[in-house]
């Protein structure tokens, strides 16, 4: 092979390798904003690439080569995703051993079709070190394209032991092919591999990675959704304690509300001296507890309560709120399962508002047929609601701790109804109308 024919190979080799890298870790962690420095940055990968080979070629073992090209591509990883070091390593792990077995395979198909190859034969030999490049390359394309799709963004959270399986697996994987491969192309051992052998343990340690990873990746999951179910549910009592104390001290305060409003009046009405002053007082007085006398009939003294506190709560922020219930339609459900329905739907509807420049406003409308009950909750809004490709709605609040909390206890508390809830956006009238519909003969589910 003339360097001419090298060097054309070695460039291909380069850019495809960079961009199958793109391809897989761009698919499974999300991008750092500045585009221009993650191009600098990207161009690392193909020196890296270019030195693994240069030490190759001075006699580096296989395997001590992988090692550093694997370092090297998870600090570039690190510097370019959002990334934990801990599923930096797994994903490493996970994309060497991909390389390996397109690298693998289409050798082992090359042997089987053109004779025994060994590596020497490929370097000198342009067009079979063409045909493997090509071949193994779009194995790999096709293989790493595959998990992509498969898996998705990276979502999970590994403790350390769940890590350290997940890498072995890898590790185990990584090692058995070097190991196959040194013997089968690196003239170091008088041992000689059959190239079938090599085609059928590379296509064994694929499935069996397959079938482990996606066993393992619903395990993870299943925990994950648990976690995340526990901590809904402590969410969800904190709201129902919080409301339920505050129920307790709106009785007190309406008492008062009306004592001290019927002294005022009098003082108001007896005082004659210093007339002004006295009025002025008296009135700023009152302006202190208007307010108080509004309270919400729904036949549900918890949904009152909410009504109450939310509807200030708008009030303080300018937000126009219409609450029309129909009396004794919540009566069926279960406390904590209505507070988190009421308070997480209006809690999202006045984080729309808040953001408005002109009118504010939150309509819930609540009635109850022979079928089920459904509640309505309309607002405005100003920036238009974020929604996830899988059709979630994305929370803007900056409490990470809370991040999407709000809405998954709504969906749970109604899917424990067999409920469902949908939302549409009005763009034209800049409209957000989210639908709950709860059947009153549900299922328990949960």
Not at 58 to 66: C, D, F, R, S
Not at 124 to 135: G, K, P, R, V
Not at 216 to 229: G, H, L, P, T, V
Request: net charge positive; hydrophobic share 45%.
């Amino acid at each position: 092979m003339n360097f001419v024919q090298y060097a054309i190979r070695g460039c291909t080799v380069l850019i495809v390798e960079t961009i199958i890298y793109w391809i897989f870790f761009n698919g499974v962690f999300e991008r750092k904003k500045k585009e221009w420095r993650n191009v600098l940055i990207l161009l690392i990968y193909p020196a890296c690439l270019l030195m693994a080979s240069y030490c190759g070629k001075l006699g580096m073992p296989l395997t001590i080569k992988l090692i550093l090209l694997i370092i090297f591509s998870a600090i570039i990883t690190k510097l370019i995703f959002r990334a934990s070091w801990k599923n930096i390593i797994i994903y490493q792990g996970i994309f060497t051993l991909c390389s390996l077995i397109g690298d693998s395979l289409s050798i082992g198909i090359l042997s089987v079709s053109h004779g025994a190859i060994y590596v020497n034969e490929l370097l000198n030999s342009f067009t079979l070190a063409l045909q493997a490049t090509i071949l193994s390359k779009t194995i790999n394309i096709v293989i790493v394209s595959a998990f992509v799709i498969k898996m998705g963004k990276e979502t999970n959270r590994y403790s350390f032991s769940e890590m350290l399986i997940l890498m072995l697996q890898g590790i185990s994987g990584i090692a058995c092919l070097t190991m196959v491969m040194e013997f089968s192309y690196y003239k170091m051992s008088t041992y000689k591999v059959s190239s079938v052998y090599l085609i059928v343990v590379s296509i064994l340690i694929l499935a069996s990675y397959i079938v482990f990873y996606n066993v393992f990746d619903s395990y993870i999951k299943k925990r994950n959704i648990e976690q995340e179910a526990t901590k809904v549910q402590f969410y969800n009592q904190g709201q129902f304690e919080y409301y339920a104390a505050l129920e307790k001290e709106n009785v007190n305060v309406r008492k008062m509300y009306h004592d001290i409003k019927n002294h005022l009046l009098a003082i108001q009405g007896l005082n004659h001296e210093n007339a002004e002053a006295s009025q002025t007082y008296v009135e700023e007085c009152l302006a202190t507890v208007e307010g108080y006398d509004e309270f919400f009939d729904t036949g549900n003294e918890l949904a009152d309560i909410i009504f109450y506190e939310k509807c200030n709560t708008a009030k303080l922020n300018h937000i126009k709120t219409k609450v029309l219930v129909q009396k004794n339609s919540l009566n069926e459900l279960e406390m904590l399962d209505l507070c988190a329905i009421l308070t997480n739907s209006f809690d999202n509807a006045m984080e729309a508002c808040k953001k408005c420049q002109g009118e504010r406003y939150i309509k819930v409308n609540i009635i109850r047929n022979e079928a089920a009950i459904i509640i309505t909750v309309k607002n405005n809004f100003e920036i238009e609601p974020a929604i996830s490709k899988k059709g979630d709605l994305i929370t803007s609040k900056k409490n990470k701790a809370e991040h999407g909390l709000g809405m998954q206890s709504l969906k749970m508390a109604a899917a424990k109804y067999n409920g469902n809830v949908e939302f549409s956006v009005d763009k034209e009238k800049k409209e957000f109308l989210l639908i709950i519909m709860l059947p009153i003969a549900y299922q328990n589910t949960l």
